[in-house]
Every structure is written in structure tokens, then in C-alpha cells.
């Protein structure tokens, strides 16, 4: 699993004074208090019923037979709308509010490495507070309000889940910044903006959900200004993928069909 990043090589030593603005990073003390908010607050969203998560459950497996498999792949979206639905207040409880991966250095505490990532992506694209910005899949928007306060840019984040820009929206209710930060429903294969509105577009670990990549890098490209920039981390198979390691073959099959299985994974960022 690779960081799969599409921007142009720059040098950023011109950048230096614009990482003065880092706030100080949470400690791994900190880590416990982001990372694991109360489950009654994260739940009480649902309402306290059984009956929204009961029906979201019979929603997403009518599209998988009884080994798991797809039944009906040309669904994507509506099935990765019902499985977020599912997982969404798991993912805050446990893993906070920004549902990607990032590299740890020694030392560091999760919360830290993830916020230092949001930096970086924010560096790399050179923003400032007259851009405008697309996060495209956007989770709860944990990545968006890290890069709207480090850079000053307008960030709006797309999600085709209704019940994360629910919990996206209330959560930057509480931030400082909010005034920079937008959410908007819709689906990255159809990005409901004109054609050239957004000065730079990221996205962390989104695309693979996509049932047409040709078609979301085409939107993205569409959306973006002349000269701007896309940037993306995903999972992606590397060179070094062997179609016949049944190794190999056992962690794609649990990343695809989100098998109980016991995989081993090795990740590489660049």
C-alpha cells in the first residue's frame, strides 16, 4: 500500500516561513482525548433507537451474497453510502475524526502524525487564504479543518454521505476556523460544481471507492482551475504485487470485500 500522490515536484524551502503557522501538536497524552471521544455522545446522533441501525444493516448486505462477495459492483455508491452509515460512529470512537492513515515517526502520538500529514498535503499544494479548496470525500471532516487552519484556504469537502456531513457539520460548529470550511452532498463522479471552481482538490484514501476512476479523475480535473493542482493518498497494488502469491492475493480479497481475514500488510509512503 503506497501513498499515491499526483502533483507536480516543487521545492519548499520557499515555504519555510508558511510552517510557522503549525499549531503546537497534540501530545500522545492529547491522542487519548481525540482520539476516544465518549461512544454515548458519538452514538447519541442515532438517537438512542436501535431501529436507524437495523435498517441501514439490512440495507447494506441485500448487496452481498453469503461469502461476502458483490452482488450488484455497479452500486458503489450506494453501497459505500450504507456501509458508512454502519461505521461511521466506530471510526470517530476509536479512530478520530480523520479516517485515513499516516506515517508515525518515533515518538509521535497518531493524532499528531495525522495532523503533521494534513499539513503536509496543505505545504505541497502551496495553499493560502485565497484559495479555494475541494476535499473530495471528505469523512467527517477531520482532514479539512486541519488544512482550512494551517493554510487559511476556503476548504469544502464532498461526501456522498449524508450522515457524515451530518457529523461534519456539527463538528465544525465548535471550530475556530469555521467560517473556512463547506460541505457539499454529492458524488466525486458527478462533482455538482462548474467546470474550473477550485484552485487546488485532495483527497485521502477516497478513491478506491470509486466504481469509475477514469470518470473521478476526469470530474476533478473539470473542477479544477486552469494550472491547479490534485493531490490524493490511496491504496493502490505496487509493482512488487504478485497475482500469484496467495500472500498477496488474501490481503487485496480482504481489502476488496472487507473479509474477516488475517492479512499482514507492510505500508510504504513516499
Known sequence: ??????????????????????????????????????????????????????????????????????????ESAEICQRYYELVTDFYEYGWGESFHFAPVRKGE????????HHYFFALKLKLDDKMKVLDVGCGVGGPLRDVAAFSGA?????????YQLERARLLTQKFDAKNKCDFVEGDFNQIPFPDNSFDCVYAFEAICHSKDRVKTFSEIRRVLKPGGCFLSQDWITTDNYNPDDSNHKQIIAGILERRDTKINIDFEFF
Request: charged content about 25%.
Open 1 to 74: 500500500v503506497s501513498a499515491f500522490l499526483l502533483t507536480p515536484s516543487s521545492d519548499l524551502t520557499n515555504r519555510v516561513s508558511f510552517a510557522y503557522r503549525i499549531e503546537t501538536p497534540p501530545t500522545m497524552e492529547d491522542d487519548q482525548k481525540r482520539l476516544n471521544p465518549s461512544l454515548t455522545d458519538v452514538l447519541a446522533t442515532q438517537g438512542g433507537s436501535a431501529s436507524p441501525v437495523n435498517e441501514s444493516i439490512s440495507k447494506y448486505t441485500k448487496y452481498f451474497d453469503k461469502d461476502g462477495a458483490h452482488l450488484k459492483k455497479d
Open 109 to 116: 502520538g497518531f493524532a499528531a502524525a495525522l495532523q503533521r
Open 154 to 162: 476556503h476548504v469544502t469537502g464532498l461526501n456522498i454521505s449524508k
